[in-house]
């Protein structure tokens, strides 16, 4: 039976331990770890703690998740492997309740959800069993997202220095540095960077996306479009690259 969905951004007041962490907590990310399965959870704790990240841990039954609400974590790791949750619904209840990056942790044999996470607000995702390194890079990766989109200045540079699409490796470099995209982010990127400065519509684009004949997403388009901008622009509410055109429309920038 799946735990009920209004209920999982209602109820995190009784579990809110933190794991040990080194340095001073005014300046350590913290992690929301959302896992039932204890030793997996004990694994997440223990791999995070071992980089200083302090964690907030909660699990699903009992109807979890309340008191996370006031904590503003800088990432959620979220296990959708669990046959009785609804993983996508999760996923868009925690989407609808913080910006911070969602990493969904996959279980095989479920890989086809994983556009669908990723349509719902999820930003990356691993399949189980993964290595703690693997886990770890990927902390890596988004909390620097985290960081970069923070940062109260960044130096101007020309735009060829500081957007770089490499089509062949489906990369992007954003001044000097290789970005991480998730599958979903790279089409709509190579999408608007096809025609650069061209601007495409809600309905170009989801069929660019998600192929002709789906059902609408304008939702979800969005929130792929809000996520990108956190990865490409120096300030991403007020963008220099990926530009909202009237009516809706999206067009990129590179020079």
Not at 53 to 75: C, F, I, N, Q
Not at 85 to 114: F, Y
Not at 115 to 122: I, K, M, Q, R, V
Not at 182 to 204: I, N
Request: net charge positive.
């Amino acid at each position: 039976m799946r735990t009920p969905l209004p209920s999982l951004v209602q109820a995190m007041a009784n579990q809110v331990p933190f794991s040990k962490v080194r340095g001073s907590p005014a300046v350590q990310a913290l992690v929301l770890v959302v896992e039932d399965e204890p030793q997996m959870r004990r694994m997440l704790v223990s791999a995070l703690a071992s980089f200083g990240y302090r964690s907030l841990h909660v699990g699903l039954k009992g109807g979890p998740l309340t008191r996370a609400v006031g904590h503003e974590p800088d990432l959620v790791v979220v296990d959708v492997s669990h046959p009785d949750v609804d993983g996508v619904g999760l996923t868009t209840r925690l989407r609808g309740w913080t910006s911070a990056p969602i990493l969904a942790l996959l279980g095989q044999g479920r890989e086809r959800e994983r556009n669908e996470l990723l349509d719902a607000g999820a930003s990356d995702y691993l399949v189980k069993p993964f290595a703690t390194s693997d886990l770890l890079g990927r902390v890596r990766v988004w909390l620097r997202q985290v960081t970069h989109a923070r940062s109260p200045h960044v130096p101007t540079q020309t735009p060829a220095q500081r957007l770089v699409i490499d089509r062949e490796r489906r990369a992007l470099v954003v001044e000097g540095r290789e970005v991480h995209l998730t599958p979903l982010e790279c089409k709509l990127l190579l999408a608007l960077a096809r025609s650069p400065g061209r601007a495409m519509t809600d309905s170009q684009l989801q069929e660019e996306l998600w192929g002709p004949g789906e059902a609408p997403r304008a939702q979800y388009l969005r929130a792929q479009v809000r996520q990108l901008r956190q990865k490409i622009e120096a300030d991403p509410s007020h963008p220099r690259h990926l530009l909202t055109e009237p009516g809706g429309a999206y067009r990129l920038k590179l020079g």
